[in-house]
């Protein structure tokens, strides 16, 4: 028996020698000299003997020495030649392509699936379309993973147009495209951000399926071609992702209309999507259907992902006492918070000047593993220095530098930015030079804080000369530091200052634009005006003062008493509370949402700001505000109601910036009535209002003597889910003081002082000027000795108030030394 393999291993080297010697020979008829065919069809040896020959050929000189009529071809012996790993690709190409214009043999479906993944695992991706059209002309018609293998290729290499041609050839070929086909193929164009992509096959997959429904046993109709769940919640997040409001909301209603369920997956995209774009209406009506879908399955059902989104929806819209009560239902309903939840409480908290709650949620986090990261840390040094905390953000960026947490470019431009906005103006100018001695966490940002900061000083050539620099370091020169560069050579008159501009900016046609915006500005406002004139036309007046609570009014919030409780509707009833639900108060939440509403949010936590910082999108609407700033700063009412007039009727939308500065003309003039009729529109408008817009309210009414009024609607803020910064409780204060009610006033001074909010250098020269003037002496000589022991330093707005103090005390003194000297005349 060995023997015996011994002669056939020597009789193969042999034969195989003569093959390599002699390649050019018709391989079969050499075979045959050797002995090694000895009838037609040859044996397993002289197959893989003939295998090894011609890809030996091919390797070396390619299919022209090949003779067509010797090689007898078949499914298996191709097959064979093609899987030959040692056989270029581009061989392999020759080889079919040489073996397609054989008259006696035809390519089957198995080489042509075999070629086109032999194509895509090489690279050539090039040669697919004459492979597509061979087997269309042979009338061949691979199987759909086939098919799915190369539009996985296709879409992974970035040519999405001839995915989508690869897709419209296996329609004609009748191919059966079924669901799993196109689930990979969007949720692949998603991941790539083919946003437009993978909803053109989104919109085509849902026409194939209308009239291809059926019925299943029990007769009930059954769609069978709808996209899956991953497929779906892959376009719901590149949707979200990529801000496309009006495609979400379609593609979601269209899904629901054909009876698709959501997943958790699903419900969490949804919920976080809407919240997010001021839906919060739908977002919770999403979040009750989830909860009673839950009651029925026991693994589906809200989690982790869940209330974090709602969380994060609660504070967008400013319902931060509302998300922490969710945050308190989150602990006991079997779910941990993790290091998302606090994150997104505490930036809601710090932006609504909630600073001792933020300080709570913060140590709650350390206490419970969590490592502060620098998005923490940046957000609470924002809060402290928006609170006037000056020295805790101090004292809490000691703390995170011994912490070890990466201070970044954003943290340092908090501090600059709240040391220049507290009265320490030198010691962010000084913290700015160090840095740019260091070279570290300077970027435009940092320029663009201390370009304002100078602006502000009215030092316009050191403001010049620090754009110059940031030009060469790099920096591009961004629309906010142009606009506050503009508002000063206004103020000031320099118009020489914007060629020295010009020649600092030499990237970019951001200033070019600029100037033409202007200039065609200045043009248009020469043209004769239009049939309305100035502020009353624009503004239309509905309803009267008594009504402005209803104008910020959420439309949930209208079944409520007068004292702000909820009124239960007719067809509800307490036994429809579910006693044992881990989440009760986001199931009354829930329910206090009408069926038909889908309104926008009215109030939100961040202020409107003049630059929206949305490049070419928003370059209109923020040189209209820059230049409304500089109108109304000049006392140019006129002219800023006509500029608002023009871009009205150019389709320009205004922001919450744009209406909080009309409305603040207005009240500091005193045309009360029009700047209710400017909050009328807004809300008309559905623009939200944030604590700018309520600063205008409160100081509206206050001058007005309405401080009742003012009262009712800071319970209306505080009801939806507003808050109170410094601003706003200096402006209260100072209103009840003027209007006498003064216990109410420090009643106010003390939740100031206990929601976490240091009173700042108005507050209390207010306090001491309301109380001096009625005659409370002791209560302004208390709240002096508190500024000083507050470590506030006083202003010259300070002096004048102790000035009219020192007359009052020594009025006095006078009157009572007058009293005793009659006492004794008489005794």
């Known amino acids: ?68 009529d010797t090689i007898p071809l078949s499914e298996h012996f191709v097959l064979q030649i093609l899987r030959k790993s040692s056989l270029h690709v581009s061989r392999k190409i020759d080889f079919f ?176 999507a809407f919240g997010c774009w001021g839906d919060l209406a739908t977002a919770l009506r999403l979040f009750k259907e989830m909860k009673e879908k839950s009651l029925g399955s026991g693994s589906f059902g809200p989690d982790l992902c869940t209330y974090n989104s709602l969380i994060h929806v609660l504070c967008l819209h400013g319902k931060v006492k509302d998300a922490s009560i969710v945050y308190e239902e989150l602990k006991v309903s079997g779910h941990e918070p993790d290091s998302f939840t606090y994150q997104i409480l505490i930036q809601g908290c710090s932006k609504s000047c909630r600073m001792n709650d933020a300080a709570k949620i913060f140590s709650e986090m350390q206490y419970n593993g969590f490592l502060p990261d620098t998005k923490v840390y940046n957000s609470l ?23 070890g947490v990466r201070a970044s470019s954003w943290t340092y431009n908090i501090l600059i930015d709240g040391l220049c906005k507290n009265g320490r103006a030198e010691a962010g100018y000084s913290l700015f030079c160090d840095l740019k001695k260091k070279g570290k966490f300077v970027d435009a940002v940092t320029y663009s804080i201390v370009v304002l900061l100078l602006c502000r000083e009215g030092q316009l050539e050191k403001a010049l000369l620090l754009v110059e620099e940031m030009e060469e370091r790099g920096f591009v020169v961004d629309l906010v530091t142009i606009t506050s560069l503009l508002i000063e050579f206004h103020k000031q008159g320099r118009w020489d200052c914007t060629e020295k501009l010009m020649k600092h900016i030499r990237y970019g046609n951001l200033v070019p634009n600029v100037l033409n915006w202007q200039a065609n500005m200045e043009a248009s406002l020469k043209n004769p005006q239009s049939g309305r004139k100035d502020y009353t036309p624009m503004f239309p007046s509905n309803g009267n003062l008594n009504e402005i609570m209803s104008l910020l009014r959420y439309p949930y919030l209208e079944n409520r008493s007068s004292d702000g409780s909820a009124v239960e509707d007719e067809n509800s009833s307490s036994s429809e509370t579910d006693r044992w639900s881990s989440s009760p108060y986001m199931d009354h939440l829930a329910n206090q949402v009408e069926s038909t509403d889908h309104s926008s949010q009215l109030f939100s936590l961040a202020r409107g700001r003049r630059v929206q910082v949305k490049r070419i999108d928003s370059f209109d609407i923020d040189m209209v505000n820059t230049f409304l700033s500089i109108f109304l700063a000049k006392g140019k009412l006129s002219l800023a109601c006509k500029l608002f007039e023009i871009f009205s009727d150019m389709g320009v939308n205004p922001v919450s910036y744009t209406y909080n500065s009309i ?24 623009c939200p209002a944030d604590i700018a817009t309520y600063n205008m309210i409160i100081q509206g009414l206050g001058k007005m003597g309405r401080a009742d009024l003012a009262s009712s609607v800071l319970d209306k803020l505080m009801k939806q889910g507003g808050y109170l910064d410094t601003v706003m409780y200096n402006t209260l204060i100072n209103a009840l003081g003027k ?27 207010t306090l001491i000027e309301v109380h001096s003037k009625a005659g409370r002496l002791k209560d302004a000589y208390k709240f002096l000795k508190m500024m000083l022991d507050a470590g506030c330093l006083p202003n010259h707005v300070t002096d004048t108030t102790l000035d009219f103090l020192a007359i009052e005390i020594e009025k006095k003194r006078y009157q009572k030394a007058s009293i005793l000297g009659e006492k004794d005349d008489s005794n």
């Open 739 to 765: 209007a006498g009610r003064i216990d109410e006033a420090k009643v106010l001074f003390e939740q100031m002082k206990s929601s976490g909010i240091n009173p700042d250098v108005v507050t209390y020269n």
């Open 381 to 403: 040094l924002d809060g402290m220095f928006k609170a006037r905390k000056v020295m805790e953000a101090c004292q809490l960026f000691e703390k995170m530098v011994q912490d």
């Open 663 to 686: 409305m603040s003309s207005f009240v500091k003039k005193g045309y009360f009535s029009e700047a209710w009729d400017v909050l009328n529109e807004m809300g008309e408008k559905f």
């Open 97 to 272: 392509k040489w073996c397609s214009l054989r008259h006696n043999y035809k390519h089957s479906e198995c080489t042509y699936s075999h070629m086109f993944r032999t194509l895509c695992r090489a690279g050539y991706l090039e040669e697919v379309p004459n492979f597509l059209n061979s087997m269309k002309d042979d009338g061949v018609v691979v199987s759909s993973d086939t098919f799915k293998f190369l539009l996985d290729a296709f879409i992974r290499s970035g040519k999405f147009d001839f995915a989508l041609e690869i897709l419209d050839h296996m329609e004609k070929l009748g191919t059966n495209l079924n669901t799993h086909i196109y689930d990979s193929v969007i949720v692949a164009l998603a991941r790539k951000n083919q946003v437009g992509l993978a909803l053109s096959i989104f919109f085509k997959h849902l026409e194939a399926s209308n009239g291809m429904d059926k019925e299943d046993a029990a007769g009930n109709v059954v769609g069978v071609s709808l996209p899956g769940s991953i497929a779906c919640n892959a376009l719901f997040a590149a949707l979200r992702k990529a801000d496309m409001r009006e495609e979400f909301r379609k593609v979601f209603d269209k899904l629901r209309a054909k009876g698709f369920e959501l997943d958790t997956w699903g419900y969490n995209i949804s919920i976080h």
């Open 1 to 68: 028996m060995s023997r015996c393999t011994t002669t056939i291993k020597k009789l193969r080297h042999s034969c195989l020698g003569l093959l390599v010697k002699r390649p050019k020979l018709n391989p079969t008829s050499h075979c045959i000299r050797v002995g090694l065919f000895s009838s037609s069809s040859p044996s397993q040896l002289e197959n893989i003997l003939l295998v090894a020959f011609l890809t030996k050929n091919l390797s070396e000189s390619g299919t022209r020495n090949l003779d067509p």
